[in-house]
């Protein structure tokens, strides 16, 4: 397809998709992120298989096992956000605005991409914590980390050894009240004892007791166990599924006269980008796809807030 439309905002594109991918963007690049499970279409259901356990027997000698194979199991996925943001200009508009309309146009593209992203984040963060059942530590009401010592962290740890989760991949998803009480931590300012100077020096939260911890915007108060909670996110990253990919088009393309992507190093994520024309005037359109699903929810913890 011809460039048309889009030739003049790709400088924009770039910049503003770089710069929401560095916000409180905690939950997607956490999860594992399936580009399989992208292929498939709206609202059609994608069978992830689960493995089940092993179990061991004694040796006999002589005596080869018996009985039947694993018996997988499977849980749905399919992509069920379909998201889109826009904006309009026509020739006069332009015109009247003169060199200034670039920098509203940047504007623009930065607020509605977002919008999307916050959406996404949104939707992974409320499916991590419905889908959670390794168990849930803390006190409904009461932010995290008020005290004086680090027990949040070493209890999350057993439960996850307890559960037989994987020793790597472990994230920790902060909502901003529970990560203000992080902060807090005199022993994670004090370099001697954090061993390293990233949240001092660049409010960075490094790697604690095996867990990545970050930070994200898109927590919002639930119900867990019956009970009102501000929730963060403890998981592995084996536990959460995010299928993402741009909106299909048919074959020969729709009445847009230009299409391209652009993808977000940092959190992975990629948006379709559209150009439509109009007498007089052009719409650029921005959308995504993605669908999100716990496949390892005994691997998935909550931490009351």
Do not use: C
């Not at 905690?26 to 994608?46: E, L, R, W, Y």
């Not at 006190?139 to 999350?156: I, N």
């Not at 009102?228 to 847009?256: C, E, H, K, M, N």
């Amino acid at each position: 397809m011809a460039n048309k439309g889009l030739d003049r905002l790709i400088p924009f594109l770039t910049v503003a998709v770089q710069q929401i991918g560095r916000e409180l963007v905690g939950m997607i690049p956490a999860v594992t992120m399936d580009m399989t499970a992208a292929s498939a279409g709206k609202n059609q259901k994608i069978r992830v298989p689960i493995t089940p356990k092993a179990d061991a027997e004694d040796i006999v000698i002589g005596t080869p096992p018996t009985g039947a194979g694993d018996t997988f199991g499977d849980i749905e996925l399919e992509i069920d956000n379909f998201k889109r943001t826009w904006f309009k200009w026509n020739g006069e508009e332009e015109l009247a605005l003169g060199a200034t309309v670039n920098g509203l146009k940047e504007n623009q593209i930065m607020q509605r991409l977002r919008t999307l992203v916050n959406a996404m984040e949104a939707s992974v963060f409320a499916e991590a914590i419905r889908g959670a059942t390794g168990g849930n530590f803390g006190v409904p009401g009461t932010t995290p980390f008020g005290s004086g010592d680090m027990r949040e962290f070493a209890q999350l740890v057993k439960m996850l050894n307890d559960a037989g989760s994987p020793q790597y991949g472990r994230q920790m998803v902060l909502n901003t009240t529970a990560a203000a009480g992080l902060r807090n931590k005199p022993n994670l300012f004090r370099v001697n004892e954090a061993g390293e100077s990233g949240l001092l020096r660049q409010g960075i939260f490094a790697n604690i007791m095996g867990f990545d911890i970050r930070e994200t915007g898109g927590a919002t108060t639930m119900e867990v166990g019956g009970n009102q909670t501000l929730p963060s996110a403890v998981f592995t990253r084996d536990a959460i599924l995010l299928a993402a990919r741009a909106p299909a088009l048919p074959d020969g393309g729709d009445s847009a006269d230009d299409v391209t992507a652009v993808t977000d190093s940092v959190s992975g994520l990629t948006f379709q980008v559209a150009s439509y024309p109009d007498y007089l005037q052009r719409r650029i359109e921005i959308r995504v796809a993605w669908g999100v699903k716990t496949v390892n929810p005994q691997n998935s913890f909550v931490l009351h807030g």
